[in-house]
Every structure is written in C-alpha cells, then in structure tokens.
C-alpha cells in the first residue's frame, strides 16, 4: 500500500522556538493532505487542509499564523510551529490523499506521527 | 453537523474472548466513508477497514468482522478471540462531502489482559 513518512519522528524544542514537521508521500502524488494534532488519550482532531499550490485551510480555532503550513510540491508539505509552547506539545500525525483511482476511490494515508514536546 | 459516536471509553477483556466495540454516525449526506483504526502504544495509526455508504455488507478479515447498519448509522467492530497484541485504541472515522474531511470518533481503548 501507499507510504505516507513524517520526519521527525520526535523533537523536543525550546519554548519560542519554531519546529518543522515534513511529511511526504512516497509512492504516490498528493494534492491534498491532512494535519491532525492528537493530545494525549484523546482522538484526532484536524486541524488544516493543504492543498499543493494554495493556501492551507484551517479549522475553526487554530491559528494560522501559529501553524504554517506549505504544500509546495505533490509530496511535500510542512507544518511549521511557531513560537513554540508548552501547550502545542502534541502527537502530529498528517494523512495524504490519492485519487489516482478516481473520485470515489478514495484512498487516505497516515503518518507515522511527529511527537512533539516543548520544554 | 456530522458526529461520530464511541460509548465505550474503555474496555477490558481478557485473552480468547470475544469483543465488540461499538461505533455510530451522524451525517445527512447519503454518500459517505466509514473507517476503523487501530492505534497501538507506539502511536501510529493502522487502517483496519474502510467501508462507503453504499455496500452494507458485512465483512470478516480473520479475527475481525465488521457489521455496517445504516438503519440504526452503525459500524461495529467485532474481535473474535482476543489477544494481548490486540490492545490498543481504537478509531471509528466518517468521510463525508466532498471526500475533503475525515471526523474521529473519541476512540475506545482495548485492553486485553493474558
């Protein structure tokens, strides 16, 4: 089946500090993906849309100029933390989709997840 | 709005039995994606099934089966003969719309105990 990496697979940062998360697909072209943010013992919760070539969508609640997200290529996006807090220590898991099969093919991939902790 | 629905916070059983987690949905648009994840203690999400609004039968892939009613807007997941490796938490999730949003359920965490 389709591979969906994400790099890092944990990061510790510094309060104030920004870390960016990848996360790629391999096999497969992407034009959308999905970044979720996972506390701990709770679901998945979205928390943007990327779409490769435009602006990112996000949910009600998240601050986008907190979470930059970049879709710059079929397999590539980033969600880049900014100003880093305590409070944004989470699971991130991103999720691809492929329609190579059609519209209502749909497939979606996850991530391995990106643990983050800020210090 | 859509909502997807675990009752079950936690579940504990022990090894050999059987369990059924059960999961229920809300959503007004008629073709939609319904999906089980399981997440182990490492965190990454491992698709079990996936299962769109239009084909209601019931599936079995070894010790797992599936029961989708779309009378009652419920997808449940039945473990036959529980195994430790079996312990996790579990994710019901519904696709709907434009194919652009996927919502979670609350997930239900499974223990199996030896």
């Known amino acids: 089946g389709a591979v969906v990496s994400q790099h890092p697979s944990r990061v510790i940062c510094k309060s104030g500090t920004s870390v960016k998360i990848e996360c790629r697909s391999l096999?497969?072209?992407?034009?959308?993906m999905f970044w979720y943010r996972q506390f701990p013992k709770q679901s998945l919760m979205l928390m943007a849309t990327?779409?490769?070539?435009?602006?990112?969508?996000?949910e009600q609640g998240v601050e986008k100029d907190k979470f930059l997200i970049n879709h710059a290529s079929l397999t590539l996006s980033t969600l880049t933390v900014t100003s880093a807090h305590p409070e944004d220590s989470s699971f991130y898991i991103c999720?691809?989709?492929?329609?190579?099969?059609?519209?209502?093919?749909?497939?979606?991939?996850f991530g391995p997840g990106t643990r983050l902790t800020v210090t | 709005a859509q909502k997807v629905t675990q009752a079950q916070t936690e579940i504990s059983v022990v090894e050999k039995e059987d369990v059924t987690l059960d999961c229920v949905y809300e959503?007004?648009?008629?073709?939609?994606?319904l999906f089980w994840y399981k997440q182990p203690p490492s965190g990454e999400l491992v698709f079990l099934i996936r299962?769109?609004?239009?084909?209601?039968q019931n599936e079995i892939s070894g010790r797992y089966s599936w029961n989708f009613q779309k009378s009652t807007s419920s997808f449940n997941f039945t473990i036959t003969a529980s195994q430790v490796v079996d312990s996790a938490v579990y994710f019901c999730?519904?696709?709907?719309?434009?194919?652009?949003?996927?919502?979670f359920g609350p997930g239900t965490s499974l223990s199996v105990i030896p």
């Open positions: 999720s691809a989709r492929d329609i190579s099969g059609g519209l209502y093919s749909y497939e979606q991939y």
């Open positions: 096999d497969f072209q992407a034009t959308t």
């Open positions: 990327s779409n490769e070539g435009s602006k990112a969508t996000y």
């Open positions: 959503t007004r648009d008629t073709t939609y994606y």
């Open positions: 299962r769109n609004s239009f084909d209601e």
């Open positions: 999730a519904l696709l709907w719309g434009s194919y652009d949003k996927v919502i």
